[in-house]
């Protein structure tokens, strides 16, 4: 049995939201604020988050804020920010594909909803690149870390309220 087994879906969601709304809390106030350089983290640090997205992202849907923190640091070109998270979690979900497979999260109702909701996810794509290409990059950054601020609560709650609730 693998570590997952043994940790609660819950427990990784508010950890994660805590991690992420300190990183933002950071990012708007903190030391990272008086830092006008932009960060080059160590090789060391992106396979630390990046295998910490991964996880997270199997286990609670959760591999976004991660990867952000070791990405958004960076201010990488949008496109290229865009495209790295693209890649990354194109290679994680075809990752989980076999486990979830033999879990049985493959199911005939699981594949109509996601075959209805194709279309859908093919057209939000498209609209993303179009906003993508003409918000300004310093906008984009902005809302960036406003978004991540977002689902950093919505994770706390989510982990909290399992937890602490039900």
């Known amino acids: 049995m693998g570590l997952a ?5 819950a ?4 950890l994660i939201g805590i991690i992420t709304f300190v990183f933002v809390m950071n990012q708007w106030f903190g030391l990272a604020r008086k830092a006008a350089e932009t960060i080059r983290p160590s090789a060391a640090s992106g396979v630390f988050w990046g295998v910490l997205a991964g996880f997270t992202s199997m286990l609670a849907h959760a591999g976004g804020p991660p990867m952000s923190v070791h990405l958004l640091p960076q201010k990488l070109p949008k496109m290229v920010f865009i495209g790295t998270v693209t890649i990354f979690f194109a290679v994680v979900n ?21 075959l209805v909701l194709m ?7 498209l609209l ?3 906003v ?3 918000v300004p990059e310093a906008l984009f950054y902005q809302i960036a870390y406003f978004l991540m601020f977002l689902v950093s609560l919505a994770l706390i709650w989510q982990g909290a309220s399992t937890i602490f609730w039900r």
């Open 5 to 9: 087994a043994y940790v609660s879906d």
């Open 11 to 14: 427990w990784v969601k508010l």
């Open 94 to 114: 075809a990752v989980k594909v076999v486990p979830f497979f033999l879990l049985g999260e493959f199911t005939a109702a699981a594949l109509m909803t996601a």
């Open 119 to 125: 279309p859908l996810a093919i057209a939000t794509n």
């Open 128 to 130: 993303g690149i179009w």
């Open 132 to 134: 993508v290409k003409r």
